[in-house]
């Protein structure tokens, strides 16, 4: 198994600014998600951070709004830019050897006046 | 597309009552079922799988049982302690759609003395 970290835990923003979440495991992994939990829905995949290389982003997501990075196998960030009211929500990361089997962060829960 | 449909909540028990939360999906072949659990302040853990039709994946004294016949992953328990209370999550992935997950939208259960 493999047990990830997220910071931070929670934060409170202004519209307008922009956050970044770190997600660290603590083992190589071959692959990294972030996902969005918004309050009262269910998880919605955001995108698979790929090592070295751009995210691959799912339907509705962009790049410009939410940022990836993975420079290596344990670590990864996602950026929330430009935030407005409707971007409070759970930010979810996840990791695992493969999609089948994947491990959650504690999530980064984040409200945006 | 695929989905997950859950059974809605707020769930209350009693201790040592019996738990079912109904699950049920749409896949255009043949996915693995998952159940996982978020304890509050939590991620999500993985609770149980399962990977084949008539498999029945169990922890922890939970079961569920693949059933393909019905399309359903039912979640039960025969006796739920007041430390089950948390947020319940159906979900399947699938190889057809590159193994990404699609989760229901969760059952809250609290369980009181």
Redesign the interface.
């Known amino acids: 198994s493999a047990v990830?970290s997220?910071k931070p835990s929670r934060d409170i923003c202004q519209r307008g600014t922009s956050l970044t979440i770190q997600c660290q495991v603590d083992s190589q992994v071959t692959m990294m998600f972030w996902y969005r939990q918004q309050p009262?829905?269910?998880?919605t995949?955001i995108a698979t951070a790929n090592q070295g290389s751009e995210a691959t982003y799912e339907s509705g997501f962009v790049i410009d709004k939410f940022p990836i990075s993975r420079p290596n196998l344990t670590f990864s960030t996602l950026t929330v830019s430009n935030m407005s009211p409707e971007d409070s929500s759970i930010y979810?990361c996840?990791a695992g050897t493969?999609?089948?089997?994947?491990?959650?962060?504690?999530?980064t829960r984040l409200l945006v006046l | 597309g695929d989905s997950v449909t859950q059974m809605e909540g707020p769930v209350t028990l009693s201790e040592e009552a019996f738990l079912t939360i109904n699950c049920t999906y749409t896949a255009t072949g043949y996915p693995s079922l998952f159940w996982y659990v978020q304890y509050p302040g939590e991620g999500l853990q993985l609770l149980l799988k399962a990977t084949k039709a008539d498999d029945k994946g169990s922890n922890k004294g939970f079961e569920a049982t693949y059933r393909k016949e019905t399309t359903s992953f039912h979640l039960e328990k025969g006796s739920v302690q007041v430390s089950d209370s948390a947020v319940y999550f159906c979900a399947l992935s699938e190889r057809n759609t590159g193994n990404q997950f699609y989760f229901g939208t969760g059952t809250s259960l609290t369980v009181i003395p």
């Open positions: 990830i997220q009262g829905q269910s998880l995949l979810l996840s493969g999609r089948e089997t994947q491990y959650f962060g504690p999530g």
